[in-house]
Structure formats: C-alpha cells, structure tokens
C-alpha cells in the first residue's frame, strides 16, 4: 500500500512539472524564440500566397495612381482604338475603341476631378490591403508572434484598426465611405468590454524598421475613439485619406519584413 502510494505522488510531481513546462513554453513563445528550421517549415505556400496578395494590391495601387496621372495630364485619347483582350483558348473580348476615347479625353479634360481611378484603383487597393491583412492576423498562427514581437504595446490597437478599416472599406458604398452601425457597434462593444475605447497606433519606421526610410521622424500615426463613433459619419472624418495609404504602406513593409526575417 505504501509502495503505491509513493508512485502515486511520483507520477502527481511528474505531472506537475509536465504542466508547468508546457506553460513556460507557452507563455515564452515569440518570434525570436521561433527557430529557423521551424520558420521555413511554417512559411507555407498558404501565407506566401496572402503576403504576395497583399504585396500585389499594394504595387496595384502604386501602378494606378501612376497611370492616372499620366492620362490626367496627357491627351491620351487620340491613341484610343479597338483592342481585343484573349480571354480563354479561341475567345477574346473586344474594347470598343470609341469608349476608351471618350473616358481618356474626359479625365485629361478635368484634372481636377475625381475619376474612376479615385474608386477602382484607390479604394479597391485600400480594401485589399486591410482584407489580407486581417485575413493574415485572423488564421495564420505563426505570423501574429512575429507581429506582436514588432508592434508589441500597439499590436492589439494595429489589429483592431484594420478589422475597423476593412469593416467599413468592405461594406460601405460610394467614395464617401458613410459608417453605418454594423461597421462598428458590435467593435465598440467589444472594446468597451476591455475597458478601451480609443485605439492609437504611432509607429516610428526608424526604431523598428529602419532599413524601410531615411527620415527619422517618419511614422504612422492613427486615433480612433470609438465612444464618439456615430452612424453615417463618413470614414475619411475617423481616418483620413493620407493616414490609410499610410497604413497600407506599413502593411506592406510589414509583410517584407516578416519575409526577410522568416
């Protein structure tokens, strides 16, 4: 009886000390801590094709704006003539020259004016950035310690921008961009949950990625307070224009990164 006692409480110590192993493990586990054998086998052709997405969408919106002003300072339409775009085998679909020479002439005509540019190139190109990078932080486990390790004190307040950000980029319409309230309510009751209604995100490039500018003062700075979000304000009020291709600039160098370093 004794005897079986005594291999009781040595399987209980055994037990125990198991327990507060994989505790430790759990509680140290980083980024840094992450060895590069495991990094590589973790960098699976699932999370090198959303990184690339992002990527894509991000050069997407650098290629588009770039175009757009060529065509808004150039008289491009006298070039406009029937193109045909091969679409499967023997198919293709024809570009009506005349169109094409109609839209070409009125944004060189109006230099000034919102074109389709504005909402198929810059808004499509925001709402991709923020849709990957949410979709990265929401199922690839091994990328959120390597973000946590960089963003560290911001990293909850960066991930809940970007769910905001993609929210409202997914479901709102028009290039106002009005808030309504399923955008937001369900966020802001779960951050009024946490005891935290303003997220702030100012992240400086010179003391986590220098490599990425040459200017020590150069960062990304957002505030949102959620208990003074209201329905039908419009996005630009909570984020402006400047601050979200300031965002999906850090998205972007933020998937270099991990890249470089995996």
């Known amino acids: 009886m004794q005897k079986n006692k005594k291999n009781f409480n040595k399987k209980v110590k055994n037990s125990s000390t198991t327990k507060t192993a994989k ?5 140290n586990l980083s980024w840094q801590s992450i060895s590069k ?3 590589s086998k973790v960098f699976s052709e699932k999370i090198k094709s959303q990184l690339f997405l992002l990527q894509w969408y991000y050069n997407y919106l650098y290629l588009g704006k770039f175009l757009e002003n060529i065509i808004m300072n150039n008289d491009f339409s006298k070039y406009a003539q029937d193109l045909k775009i091969p679409t499967w085998d023997n198919t293709s679909f024809m570009l009506n020259g005349n169109n094409l020479k109609d839209k070409l002439k009125l944004i060189s005509q109006n230099p000034g004016k919102k074109n389709i540019f504005w909402y198929f190139v ?3 190109s925001f709402r991709g950035v923020m ?8 199922t690839e486990w091994n990328f959120v310690p390597f973000l946590n390790d960089l963003l560290w004190k911001q990293f909850f307040d960066f991930v809940h921008i970007v769910k905001f950000a993609r929210n409202v980029l997914i479901h709102a319409t028009g290039s106002q961009l009005f808030i309504g309230i399923n ?3 369900k966020h802001r009751t779960f951050l009024t949950s946490k ?3 303003i997220l702030n995100i100012n992240f400086n490039y010179s ?3 220098s490599w990425r500018t040459w200017s020590k003062d150069y960062s990304v700075d957002i505030k949102i307070d959620f208990a003074k ?3 039908w304000r419009s996005f630009w009020k909570v984020i402006s224009v400047h601050q979200l291709y300031l965002l999906c600039e850090l998205c972007y160098n933020i998937t270099l990164v991990y890249i470089k370093n995996r």
């Open 207 to 209: 003391k986590k990625i």
């Open 37 to 39: 054998n495991t990094k």
């Open 229 to 231: 979000m209201y329905s």
């Open 195 to 197: 005891n935290k209604t």
């Open 183 to 185: 955008s937001f309510d």
């Open 23 to 27: 505790t430790k493990t759990k509680k």
């Open 131 to 138: 849709s990957v990078m949410n979709e990265l932080l929401e």
């Open 122 to 124: 810059e808004l499509s």
